[in-house]
């Protein structure tokens, strides 16, 4: 008996899972796409993985210049 | 008697029902999902020009850890680091000169998460013991004699986050026994509800720093659930039921508590979930040897990222500031690095002797962290 309401209480909490995720909005692939290919294309100038720094000097984990003795 | 067994038969009808329900709830799923594909990521990024030449290379190896690094967290400083590690030790870095400027002992091995809070003066961490703890960072005095404990599970953390005033937040599960990284929770970046709306998932990405920076922990444990707390008075706020050994993507919203988006399709346990900069998508790692890309407005996967040569799991992600580069840390010793739009690989990094356990992208964009064998 008591598996049985066990039972029934996940089956109630799928469904109403179930109900949720079926009422969520939707778009088409190609609309979520088109959005995620312009915000590459927009912040792509700032991203320095990608395009690497313009100057040298702009990285901070560059190697420190190192005197030397004449 | 008899009204027991009316009732037995009652219950048995309505599980029936709702088995029904559930079943064609779940075909109707799946043809809407289907029905939107219709277009693939990778025939719409031909048009795009290939990605410039991959030049990165190790700037900084960070040593003093006696076992295999655990996790790895930047601070909003992009200057600091902080790792944990199965030898119990907690270290903070300052990556520009690799110096170590401090060191908790904690009183377990294992510490499998670790988190810079959004101030930098504090950092988080937990692993066997179950807990999560909070130690402020001075100059002054030992970090441990100040610690805080903010929260506890029913078994190991397996991750932890400082809120940066997000909505929602991501969590993954597998299997439930004690693994090295079995489960991940990562909050959105600064996301805003739009308040015009009334879709608590219609988010816009503004950067804005609302009064409970920082107060509320993010947690993740092997007990299969998510926890919120306050940082202050070590209350759960909110906790997150739901995760069984599913291989599933969980979205859920922080403060109903509730699961909003669920995500399948990885075939093995998934190791680490990252959202996309515009906070649409969600990039994620699997012991499936793949890494993909769901997007949330869509509802589906709309990338695996994949190659035949490729046959270890993948135990950590990272996207790059705009959302091209994907990087993932795998068992094979290597990070591959993938455009995420075409789907091809670009580059492979080779700096490991060991599996690349976790890795991080600092907030400014500029630096990868990664964390493996014994350096992170």
Redesign the interface.
């Known amino acids: 008996?008591n598996k049985?309401?066990e039972?029934?209480q996940a089956?109630?909490k799928?469904?109403e899972?179930?109900?949720?995720?079926?009422a969520?909005?939707?778009?088409?692939?190609?609309?979520?796409?088109?959005?995620?290919?312009k915000?590459?294309e927009?912040?792509?100038e700032?991203?320095?993985?990608?395009?690497?720094f313009a100057k040298q000097s702009d990285?901070?984990?560059?190697e420190k210049a190192k005197c030397t003795l004449l | 008697m008899a009204t027991e067994e009316l009732r037995v038969d009652c219950d048995i009808d309505s599980i029936d029902a709702l088995s029904r329900e559930a079943e064609t709830l779940k075909a109707r799923l799946e043809q809407e999902r289907s029905q939107l594909n219709d277009v693939d990521l990778s025939e719409v990024a031909q048009r795009l020009d290939p990605l410039p030449p991959f030049i990165m290379k190790a700037r900084r190896i960070l040593k003093g850890h006696q076992g295999k690094v655990l996790c790895v967290g930047w601070s909003t400083d992009k200057r600091h680091v902080v790792s944990s590690s199965q030898d119990g030790k907690l270290l903070v870095w300052d990556a520009f000169t690799t110096n170590k400027e401090h060191a908790v002992t904690m009183p377990t091995t294992w510490v499998m998460a670790c988190a810079y809070g959004p101030s930098g003066t504090v950092v988080a961490c937990g692993g066997l013991d179950n807990k999560c703890t909070v130690y402020p960072l001075s100059l002054d005095e030992d970090p441990a004699t100040k610690k805080k404990l903010v929260g506890t599970h029913t078994s190991y953390l397996s991750c932890c986050k400082f809120t940066n005033s997000d909505q929602q937040k991501v969590s993954t599960n597998s299997d439930q026994q004690v693994r090295v990284c079995c489960r991940r929770s990562v909050p959105t970046q600064d996301q805003q509800k739009v308040s015009t709306n009334s879709d608590q998932q219609v988010r816009v990405c503004c950067r804005r720093s609302v009064p409970t920076q920082g107060q509320q922990i993010l947690t993740g444990s092997g007990d299969s659930t998510c926890c919120l707390w306050d940082v202050e008075s070590g209350h759960m706020m909110q906790c997150f039921h739901g995760h069984s050994c599913d291989k599933s993507i969980m979205v859920w919203d922080m403060r109903s508590g509730s699961c909003v988006q669920v995500f399948d399709g990885h075939e093995s346990d998934v190791n680490s979930v990252k959202f996309y900069p515009s906070g649409d998508a969600i990039a994620t790692a699997s012991d499936d040897a793949t890494c993909r890309l769901f997007d949330r407005r869509a509802d589906r996967e709309v990338g695996c990222y994949k190659k035949e040569s490729i046959i270890f799991g993948c135990n950590a992600v990272d996207l790059s500031l705009s959302g091209r580069l994907l990087f993932g840390g795998y068992n094979d010793y290597v990070v591959h690095i993938w455009d995420v739009l075409k789907g091809n690989r670009v580059a492979m990094l080779y700096s490991h002797e060991n599996r690349v356990s976790c890795l991080g992208i600092s907030p400014d964009g500029t630096p990868l962290c990664t964390g493996a064998g014994t350096t992170p």
């Open positions: 008996m049985l309401h039972g029934l089956q109630r799928l469904v899972q179930l109900r949720i995720e079926s969520v909005q939707r778009l088409p692939v190609s609309e979520c796409v088109a959005e995620m290919v915000y590459c927009r912040h792509q700032n991203d320095a993985l990608m395009n690497g990285n901070p984990f560059r």
